[in-house]
């Protein structure tokens, strides 16, 4: 055992660089998970402000002025969160409000589809496990249609809260973009003076993260873009709610696509019934998803190496059971970092297995 973790030691820590970077992590991670609520509007600043600065240097590298760059860039940024929230927030609010109230129809025609299928399929499901089914399905949407009903003065603190988050972002994001360079000089000050690995640690990560985080958020706009377009083209109620669930669903790659054909499909189904308009509805909804997988991830990001499917599905399932929502929204820009720290990492041959053992 000795000789074991000595040859561990021996191959990834050897570098005092290595211990320092290992430190800087775990205590980072404790600190996030201890805190994280705490200062959750300076980690989501702090998200945003990395997002943009992509755009920052874009316009910079154009020969636009750094302080002209970033104010243009911080009242784009403004522009999108105050039509955010006044414009697109209260027609999802309306929405939901709305589908809750359709809910008790809604659940009595999913009913009679589901009373249908002992009798179609008596060897595939049986009458208890359909009305088991429904008791569930009908219990959930009872909490939810509660909670709506609920949400009134109990709920003003959380509203309180939200209003200073709206307004403290927005200013961390400006300061984050303004003065990154004093920022990143503070912080480079406390580590040590040669710190070549480090260096090569945050340029992998940099630039893995950049690339994905930044492809992301414009892949979520353009799936839930265009899937609001098609359906609101084509009749299906509560286009926005939809959509914003289709953009939010390339978060989580696999997963995230096969739960949101759910409640397309089942909004689909009750609005149209059984035919044709039900059938385009999905064609036109898998065509997206298509060119989402097939033509739009691999232009996005083709500089980011892919993580493997099962990575992915172990990454969501790790920080989603750590951070809860959270951390599934985020499990995949974690797995990348984890990913880009591994790559760089130093790694020294380990000690010859014929070494005598020291004393």
């Not at 659940?107 to 060897?123: A, F, M, R, W």
């Not at 109620?237 to 995230?256: E, F, K, R, T």
């Amino acid at each position: 055992m000795y000789r074991i973790l000595r040859g561990l030691a021996h191959k990834y820590f050897s570098d005092e660089e290595a211990v320092i970077l290992f430190l800087i992590l775990v205590i980072g991670t404790v600190f996030v998970i201890w805190f994280g609520a705490m200062l959750a509007p300076v980690i989501a600043s702090l998200i945003v402000a990395f997002i943009l600065q992509g755009l920052v240097t874009r316009l910079h590298s154009l020969g636009v002025p750094e302080g002209i760059a970033i104010l243009t860039v911080f009242l784009v940024f403004l522009g999108v969160l105050v039509g955010f929230i006044f414009g697109l927030l209260p027609l999802i609010w309306t929405q939901v409000s709305a589908l809750a109230g359709e809910a008790p129809r809604i659940i009595g025609e999913l009913q009679s589809y589901l009373e249908l299928l002992p009798e179609e399929y008596p060897h595939l499901i049986s009458a208890e496990a359909v009305s088991s089914l429904y008791q569930q399905v009908n219990t959930e949407v009872g909490h939810l249609t509660q909670w709506l009903v609920s949400f009134s003065l109990s709920s003003i603190p959380d509203l309180v809260a939200l209003l200073i988050y709206m307004v403290l972002v927005p200013i961390l994001v400006f300061f984050f973009l303004k003065d990154r360079q004093v920022l990143l000089g503070s912080i480079s000050g406390l580590l040590p003076i040669q710190r070549p690995m480090m260096l090569k640690v945050w340029h992998e990560v940099n630039l893995q993260c950049a690339n994905y985080v930044r492809g992301k958020a414009l892949e979520i706009l353009i799936v839930g873009g265009a899937t609001y377009i098609s359906l609101k083209l084509m009749g299906v109620p509560y286009a926005a709610l939809l959509s914003l669930l289709v953009g939010l669903s390339v978060v989580i790659p696999y997963i995230g696509a096969a739960v949101v054909t759910i409640p397309v499909a089942v909004i689909a189904l009750f609005a149209f019934g059984w035919g044709s308009h039900f059938i385009w509805v999905m064609v036109i909804y898998g065509i997206i998803q298509g060119l989402d997988g097939n033509v739009l991830v691999p232009v996005l990001f083709s500089e980011v190496n892919n993580l493997h499917p099962v990575v992915i599905i172990v990454a969501v399932l790790f920080f989603g059971g750590i951070w809860g929502l959270w951390g599934v929204f985020f499990a995949i820009p974690l797995a990348t970092v984890l990913k880009a720290v591994s790559s760089a990492w130093p790694v020294k041959e380990a000690y010859p297995s014929t070494a005598p053992d020291r004393i």
